[in-house]
T-cell receptor, first 116, second 114 residues
Framework: AQKITQTQPGMFVQEKEAVTLDCTYD???????LFWYKQPSSGEMIFLIY??????QNATEGRYSLNFQKARKSANLVISASQLGDSAMYFC?????????????FGRGTSLIVHP | KAGVTQTPRYLIKTRGQQVTLSCSPI?????VSWYQQTPGQGLQFLFE???????NKGNFPGRFSGRQFSNSRSEMNVSTLELGDSALYLC?????????????FGQGTRLTVV
């Protein structure tokens, strides 16, 4: 079965500093995708970044980068130059086959608070 | 381009009743997935529809069902509501199914069962 683990329930960062949110995963499927989503208090999940299991380079999207370490099964999100608007819940997720079915799996999330 | 629209935004229902939630995906998207989000269980996958057919299903009881129409709009139904069904129900659309591509989420329907 697939599993996503986010060990940091809460993180605090000073505005303009960088922060890393941890994510480890487990799957027996060699083909999978890893995602990060942001969920502000309004409830909507906002896509941030995607990394495919066969991608050779780490994904980057503006201030977001994904530190993909396949051998360690980790997919940490790095947010550079944090902004007050980055305060939200962050979810790591993966897609792939699990027991013959395609089940998107989400972690429990990390609450990020950016201080001015 | 309009985003994913979920209606209603809030619902209060009594235990034992049934409820229907609606989701209109982004224009051109044919895959619609549904998720339940609770403080206790987190975000859990319910099912995915593509071209009016259920393609994948999570581990939820048969009280949870859905359907998709020819215009890709989807509905989710929960029958015989239980207190534990209180949750934020999120719908997501994408251009392909079972694909490693981003999904676009709606703002959700917050269901409270009393």
């Amino acid at each position: 079965a697939q599993k996503i683990t986010q060990t940091q329930p809460g993180m605090f960062v000073q505005e303009k500093e960088a922060v890393t949110l941890d994510c480890t995963y487990d799957t027996s499927d060699p083909s999978y995708g890893l995602f990060w989503y942001k969920q502000p208090s309004s409830g909507e999940m906002i896509f941030l970044i995607y990394q495919g299991s066969y991608d050779q380079q780490n994904a980057t999207e503006g201030r977001y980068s994904l530190n993909f370490q396949k051998a360690r099964k980790s997919a940490n999100l790095v947010i550079s130059a944090s902004q007050l608007g980055d305060s939200a819940m962050y979810f790591c997720a993966m897609t792939g086959k699990s027991g013959g079915s395609y089940i998107p799996t989400f972690g429990r999330g990390t609450s990020l608070i950016v201080h001015p | 381009k309009a985003g994913v629209t979920q209606t209603p935004r809030y619902l209060i229902k009594t235990r034992g009743q049934q409820v229907t939630l609606s989701c209109s995906p982004i224009s051109g998207h044919r895959s619609v997935s549904w998720y339940q989000q609770t403080p206790g269980q987190g975000l859990q996958f319910l099912f995915e529809y593509f071209s009016e057919t259920q393609r994948n299903k999570g581990n939820f009881p048969g009280r949870f069902s859905g359907r998709q129409f020819s215009n890709s709009r989807s509905e989710m139904n929960v029958s015989t509501l239980e207190l534990g069904d209180s949750a934020l129900y999120l719908c997501a659309s994408s251009s392909i199914f079972q694909g490693n591509t981003e999904a676009f989420f709606g703002q959700g329907t917050r269901l409270t069962v009393v």
